[in-house]
């Protein structure tokens, strides 16, 4: 997610070909053509689930919705549940809105939080899931534009406020592909992570 998924919580840019904010980014955020776009953000839902899920630029016919959180470096397609698109994928959105007006990382964070502690936004209300089942959750690199992996498919489950010492994870295995952990631990947009290898 990736909003938070990962560790990205602070610098994830959301848009899409057509947003209109894509004017106001700055210039080494990756673009991708409308198309590609499209397709990366569907590529992080299940097969079964592309066909009816919206995407930033299309509306949802089964709940789902789809698009692609990056920063400047970071693509990172993800496809929220109706729960998630109702909750988590509104902080995601407004962090997109506060990075495009110039404010850093870990200001970004913080006003989030205000946000939620204000209750503007609110953690998912029941269980559900956030599909990131691409395999272009990748890294640019900003010197050779060259493409890394940054982290397997995988799925999280929401878990507001749950924290990885809440179940056992040590930090080594924060990140693991072999371990289930808590991705943004602690927070209101907590979330259990799956990797295909869990």
């Given at each position: 997610?990736?909003?938070?998924?990962?560790?990205?919580?602070?610098?994830?840019?959301?848009?899409?070909?057509?947003?209109?904010?894509?004017?106001?980014?700055?210039?080494?955020?990756?673009?991708?053509?409308r198309?590609?776009?499209?397709?990366?953000?569907?590529?992080?839902?299940?097969?079964?689930?592309?066909?009816?899920?919206?995407?930033?630029?299309?509306?949802?016919?089964?709940?789902?919705?789809?698009?692609?959180?990056?920063?400047?470096?970071?693509?990172?397609?993800?496809?929220?549940?109706?729960?998630?698109?109702?909750?988590?994928?509104?902080?995601s959105?407004?962090?997109?809105?506060?990075?495009?007006?110039?404010?850093?990382?870990?200001?970004?964070d913080?006003?989030?939080d205000?946000?939620?502690?204000?209750?503007?936004?609110?953690?998912?209300?029941?269980?559900?899931?956030?599909?990131?089942l691409?395999?272009?959750?990748?890294?640019?690199?900003?010197?050779?534009?060259?493409?890394?992996?940054?982290?397997?498919?995988?799925?999280?489950?929401?878990?507001?406020?749950?924290?990885?010492?809440?179940?056992?994870v040590?930090?080594?295995?924060?990140?693991?592909?072999?371990?289930?952990?808590?991705e943004?631990s602690g927070?209101?947009?907590?979330?259990?992570?799956?990797?295909?290898?869990?």
């Amino acid at each position: 997610m990736i909003h938070h998924t990962l560790g990205l919580a602070a610098f994830l840019m959301l848009l899409s070909a057509t947003n209109v904010m894509a004017s106001t980014l700055p210039t080494d955020v990756p673009q991708l053509d409308r198309n590609r776009e499209f397709a990366t953000a569907l590529s992080a839902a299940p097969p079964e689930l592309q066909a009816g899920a919206g995407v930033y630029v299309r509306a949802s016919r089964n709940g789902f919705n789809c698009l692609v959180e990056r920063d400047s470096y970071v693509i990172a397609p993800v496809c929220y549940d109706a729960e998630g698109s109702r909750t988590t994928l509104q902080a995601s959105l407004e962090r997109a809105r506060i990075m495009a007006s110039g404010v850093d990382g870990p200001s970004v964070d913080r006003v989030i939080d205000a946000e939620y502690r204000a209750g503007r936004l609110r953690p998912p209300a029941k269980p559900g899931i956030a599909y990131m089942l691409s395999h272009d959750f990748v890294q640019l690199d900003p010197k050779t534009g060259k493409e890394k992996i940054l982290y397997p498919p995988h799925v999280m489950v929401y878990a507001p406020f749950l924290r990885n010492e809440d179940i056992g994870v040590s930090k080594q295995f924060v990140r693991s592909t072999t371990h289930v952990w808590v991705e943004a631990s602690g927070k209101p947009d907590a979330c259990l992570v799956f990797t295909s290898e869990n």
